[in-house]
């Protein structure tokens, strides 16, 4: 008897359990799990998709299509020199500006605030902003020129568009690692300090044998989801450009360039495939640098 | 039981209340989607609409703007099956929608009474496919020289020019650099780098931009003269044997966004630009002395762009008569006479451009006389591959990176390999 209440009760609970976990699941099958593998199978299909649909399966035409596609080339270079300026300036940025609202300065609440509110103002609206500071005539050029330094068509100019871009994300996603950073500088315990300064060392020995390492954590996790963000870049290019990626293709980034196959030219197909691509990229590259910052688990 | 009784009183109740509501609006609803340049556009296509709904009283007009990405919204609803029952649609977009079967077919429909005759034969081409007709243009603006008069007067020129040659020139003489740094207060003209605006001068000088089967072949060397006489312009060429100094600007060297911006701004003397120009001027430049003329002849003969828009039917509409009365009567001589008196686009009937005395209005008139040699800015569908391949590399040239024969080359090499490779 005993035992068949047993199991009786360990059956309604695993149900209950399963119950519990059920809204969840469907949600992330629907709206995850399902449009994943719906675009692992698009990629394999040449898809018609305006008027009557139609699938014709063509293997791995559409990744052959890639190798070709000179736009694809551009685009990963653009994302790749883009992730490669803003990760480490974003990353060492945060970290510096930590270590300062950490020391014990006059009003620092505020500065913490007013660094923090870029990375809670919506991007659209950044963009907006930004557009009217590199205007030509803008804000930054007349900066410049009255320092006497170089002006540039910031909006227009092939080389320096996507820098552009790069300085307005460093600037409005600094401070989300800066706060990250700052949680994890108050968790490292003071007395590790004081015994670094009886033996003698300078703060800047202690920044680099005991904070830095002990940062390490926080710096992999601000390192990859830096890239993972920034390998993502869409809306800002978007808005820069007008959704065409220029000037001279400059701006063009691998998502834009997804957008564009996917809505402009209706090509779901070639679309899916090289949002795996991407996918595969920034799998390899995570991968990459958990290797590279051993085995230190988030 | 007291319980169930309430809420079935309250069910009973709602139903009631549903269908009463239901019944006080018997009027089919037929939606309508389009784009606005500026709020008044609403208000006067809201007006017409108006007066449609007075004199049908079985039908009710729900019109609603996108604003954005126009295009990508309805072909996104029209494969959602979500899209309105008529929407706007952009002759350069026509060829993709039109193939796709998306569209109703309007013959059926048509009546003796619709004249369709009357419309600008070019226009109505644009919306017809395999002997079918799938849209009604609703209008069209062609592109005409703007100049600033008062900058004219002041470099003593008193007539815009008429040949390219002179259009050179003019554009030099009215280039100035007052304070001498090396970058002009004022250009001559306002240039806008893109495909979509320089078409016609492909073809006026040599060929057309596509062959039959879509793939381009405009980097030839003569379709290129009229381009290569902008990318001096812009560029200078000092050392030349006709030296030419630079007196053209893009919007973006200027800070401004548009080309009309540019010239409102007093930043350039002469732009090119459409017909929806001339309100904007009078609205936000009131002071700005503007005249109009035709584009100087690019080579033997005249050319523009021009750019049609029409009322298209989705297949999938489920009130397609109410649908065509609303299209008839918004396409018709009345309908489009209150939606042309705006000014900002050109009727497409030219019974109506008549009556309204476009044609002899002074600053409309260059565009009405476009109208019988503009190239319709319209291609194949692998227009949008072209288009954005030869904006990347013409940008290039205008900033030195190439010549403009090898950038031309390069573009339509690059598209053609594009075309080619998305073919399978």
């Known amino acids: 008897m005993l035992v068949k209440i047993k199991k009786s009760t360990k059956l309604q609970e695993?149900?209950?359990?399963?119950?519990?976990v059920a809204p969840a699941v469907l949600i992330l099958a629907t709206f995850t799990f399902a449009p994943i593998l719906y675009s692992i199978f698009l990629s394999?299909?040449?898809?018609?998709?305006?008027?009557?649909?139609?699938?014709?399966?063509?293997?791995?035409?559409?990744?052959?299509?890639?190798?070709?596609?000179?736009?694809?080339?551009?685009?990963?270079?653009?994302?790749?020199?883009?992730?490669?300026?803003?990760?480490?300036i974003q990353t060492a940025l945060a970290l510096v500006l930590a270590a300062l609202l950490n020391a014990k300065i006059k009003g620092r609440k505020l500065f913490r605030v007013l660094l923090f509110l870029p990375t809670v103002t919506s991007s659209a609206v950044l963009v907006l902003i930004f557009i009217w500071i590199y205007n030509s005539n803008g804000l930054l050029n007349n900066f410049l020129a009255f320092l006497h330094l170089p002006t540039y068509n910031?909006?227009?100019?092939p080389n320096v568009a996507l820098k552009s871009i790069a300085i307005m994300n460093i600037w409005s996603t600094a401070p989300f690692f800066m706060v990250i950073y700052l949680a994890a500088l108050q968790d490292i315990p003071e007395s590790l300090y004081e015994a670094a300064r009886l033996d003698g060392a300078s703060a800047i020995d202690q920044f680099f044998t005991i904070t830095l390492p002990l940062l390490r954590p926080v710096t992999l996790f601000a390192v990859v989801v830096g890239i993972i963000g920034t390998f993502q870049l869409f809306d800002q290019s978007y808005i820069f450009s007008g959704g065409s990626g220029g000037p001279n293709n400059s701006t063009l980034t691998l998502v834009l360039l997804i957008y564009q196959y996917a809505f402009k030219n209706l090509e779901m197909g070639y679309a899916s495939a090289l949002a795996l691509i991407l996918a595969l990229v920034i799998l390899i590259s995570t991968l990459i640098q958990r290797r590279f910052f051993q085995t230190e688990k988030l | 039981m007291k319980g169930i009784s309430l809420i079935r009183a309250i069910f009973v109740l709602l139903l009631v209340f549903l269908t009463a509501c239901g019944s006080t609006d018997s009027a089919t609803v037929v939606k309508l989607s389009g784009w606005q340049s500026s709020p008044a556009e609403k208000q006067l296509l809201e007006g017409v609409l108006r007066d449609f709904e007075?004199?049908?009283?079985?039908?009710?007009?729900?019109?609603?703007?996108?604003?954005?990405?126009?295009?990508d919204a309805i072909k996104t609803r029209l494969i959602g099956d979500a899209a309105p029952d008529l929407f706007y649609l952009d002759a350069l977009e026509a060829p993709l929608l039109m193939r796709s079967a998306v569209l109703e077919p309007l013959d059926p429909y048509i009546r003796p009474e619709d004249e369709v005759a009357d419309f600008e034969p070019a226009f109505l081409k644009a919306f017809q496919n395999g002997g079918k007709t799938y849209g009604l243009p609703k209008d069209f603006s062609t592109?005409?020289?703007?100049?600033?008069?008062?900058?004219?007067?002041?470099?003593?020129?008193?007539?815009?020019?008429?040949?390219?040659e002179q259009f050179i020139a003019d554009a030099q003489k009215l280039t100035r650099d007052p304070n001498n740094d090396g970058r002009p207060e004022q250009y001559g003209f306002g240039l806008i780098p893109e495909l979509a605006r320089n078409s016609f001068l492909l073809k006026a000088l040599g060929r057309d931009l596509t062959n039959r089967q879509g793939y381009a072949i405009f980097a030839h060397r003569r379709s290129l003269k009229g381009l290569q006489s902008l990318v001096d312009l812009y560029r200078g060429t000092p050392n030349g044997k006709h030296s030419i100094t630079r007196a053209a600007a893009v919007p973006s060297d200027v800070g401004a966004s548009s080309g009309s911006e540019m010239l409102g701004q007093g930043k350039t003397a002469m732009v090119i630009e459409g017909s929806w120009a001339i309100p904007y001027f009078k609205e936000t430049f009131p002071k700005l002395q503007f005249a109009t003329a035709e584009i100087p002849t690019p080579g033997r003969k005249p050319g523009t762009m021009a750019y049609t828009v029409a009322y298209v039917m989705n297949k999938q509409s489920k009130h397609k008569q109410a649908a065509w009365e609303v299209l008839a009567y918004l396409t018709g001589k009345e309908g489009m006479e209150a939606w042309a008196k705006g000014g900002l686009v050109l009727p497409a009937r030219r019974s109506v451009l008549t009556r309204l005395g476009y044609d002899t209005n002074p600053l409309y008139a260059p565009f009405v006389a476009g109208a019988k040699y503009a190239t319709i800015w319209q291609g194949g569908e692998t227009l949008s591959i072209i288009n954005t391949h030869f904006n990347n590399q013409f940008l290039s040239a205008l900033l030195g990176e190439q010549s403009l024969q090898q950038a031309m080359q390069k573009a339509q090499d690059s598209a053609n390999r594009e075309i080619k490779t998305s073919n399978y």
Not at chain 1, 14 to 20: A, E, I, K, P, V
């Open chain 1, 14 to 20: 695993t149900l209950s359990g399963y119950l519990f």
């Open chain 1, 44 to 88: 394999f299909h040449k898809v018609r998709i305006l008027g009557e649909i139609q699938y014709r399966f063509v293997e791995f035409k559409n990744f052959a299509r890639i190798w070709s596609d000179e736009r694809f080339w551009i685009a990963l270079k653009n994302t790749a020199e883009y992730v490669l300026l803003v990760v480490p």
């Open chain 1, 154 to 157: 910031w909006l227009g100019d």
């Open chain 2, 54 to 71: 007075a004199t049908h009283p079985s039908i009710k007009v729900k019109f609603e703007v996108i604003t954005d990405q126009y295009m």
């Open chain 2, 143 to 164: 592109l005409a020289l703007f100049y600033n008069r008062d900058l004219f007067a002041q470099a003593a020129i008193s007539d815009p020019p008429k040949t390219w």
